[in-house]
């Protein structure tokens, strides 16, 4: 394992930047899939973009399910490889794997049998986008989420054991396949007719498939940790339940961030087709920042996890601090971007004059909360490589629900289509706020905990006693 980076000894802020920089790239490349789909379906117009944003918000949701396998295993993993246990660990990999296929199969089921109500729900009068929405939906809720799903699962294993570099490998790979494959199956070329909205779908799906295969390439080529996962064997139920403990507090939050999502897209649809068309593209422009933070936040966890199972407290505070430093920064460049720049930036993907003041208007109130939302990623990330991923999923649960009535009562202010960006802006602000200063006094609280109980396996600690 060339690639794994020794988390538990030498220069905190190399070890989680040099861990940290890989995830980030492949949030920026994960993000890239989606603005690339985005460039090229804007110029087939803005009820594209209305349907392929409809059916996203389901493989969101589907997503949002497969992240209990996921992030249980990354955490569990991460715990055991601390604790100095390979095959615990190569338990707990089988485990996720073996989960996260079990949750996506059935999500695969609910799109399959019920994709017209699914789509239904958007109340979108034009039948073309109506049949884009289903289209798209059904391709990329089908085999697109299941390769997706297995990318996701092997990105958070091989995060958990310190490598950040493979997962970001096979998902560029993915990338440029999808530049390749996007213009070419959506206008055609030569034999290959235009296929619109299904062909930015098959491009998608085809892209996941190939990081897919690259992953079971280089995993069988390393011939160490994933070789000896015991996937096809009888799962240890026990160690089942501590990764579904573990990762169903965040798999719920998630689920209720893309749920609630959905219902404010409904919100946002009554405004009509250009409206939903403003939403899709913004939250992807948005997505530059809390998917770089998601993406650091994985890197704090598995940092966070490793050395809290081997019982260095020290290296897991001082760990939180610099997280929160470049965060801090990295939240302030987003914010200054959308708001300085929102124009220039909406008119990558949309150009329509009718559409333009919305796009601008959304970037400019969503640019508000992108500092907060960075923070947010470093305490989630500390909570979670902790075990308590109650604490941050509780937190984002209430902050979302709150959203909704939130939304529905500014809207109705002189604000009107504005005042939902701001219900979305304010609550982000509050969960922010929240989860940061209740990190703080957990960190505080663990403190004298981890003094009286770790400090015989604590160096670091056992000096500050």
Sequence with gaps: MSKQVNLLEGSIFGKLTRLAMPIMMTAFVQMAYNLVDMIWIGILGSGAVAAVGAAGIYLW????????????????????????????????????????????LLCIAVVVFGHQLMVGVFQFTDPKIHGDAVAYLLITGTAGIFF?????????????????????LATALGLILNLIFDPVLIFGIGPIPAMGVIGAALATAGAQGVVTLSFLVISKKQRRFFVHIPVFKKPDWGHLKQIWKLGLPIGVQNVFMSGLSLVISSIVASWGANAVAVQKVGSQVESISWMVASGFSMAVNAFIGQNFGAGKMS?????????????????????????????????????????????????????????FTCIEGSSTGVFNGL?????????????????????LLLSATPLKLDGIWWAVTLTCMARGLIITIWNLLYIRKHKVYEHENRSAKDPDLAAES
């Excluded at 297995?150 to 970001?168: R, W």
């Excluded at 929160?324 to 939240?331: A, F, H």
Aim: contains cysteine; charged residues 15%; aromatic residues 8%.
């Design 61 to 104: 949701i589907a997503d949002s399910c497969t992240s209990v396998a996921k992030m249980g295993g990354q955490i569990k993993v991460a715990h055991s490889i601390g604790e100095g246990d390979t095959e615990k660990a190569r338990s707990f990999a089988a485990g996720a794997f073996q989960m996260g296929v079990a949750i996506i």
């Design 387 to 407: 075990g308590e991923t109650r604490i941050p999923s509780a937190v984002s649960v209430v902050s979302n629900v709150l959203r909704v009535p939130l939304a």
């Design 148 to 168: 997706s799903t297995i990318n996701q699962v092997f990105t958070g294993i091989y995060t958990g054991i310190g490598d950040s570099k493979t997962p970001f």
């Design 315 to 371: 290296r897991v505070k001082a760990g939180y601090r610099t997280a929160t430093i470049l965060m801090l920064v990295w939240g302030l460049i987003c914010t200054l971007l959308l708001i300085v720049f929102p124009e220039f930036i909406f008119q990558i993907f949309i150009r329509e004059a009718e559409v333009l003041p919305m796009g601008v208007s959304y970037l400019r109130i969503l640019g508000v909360c992108q500092l």
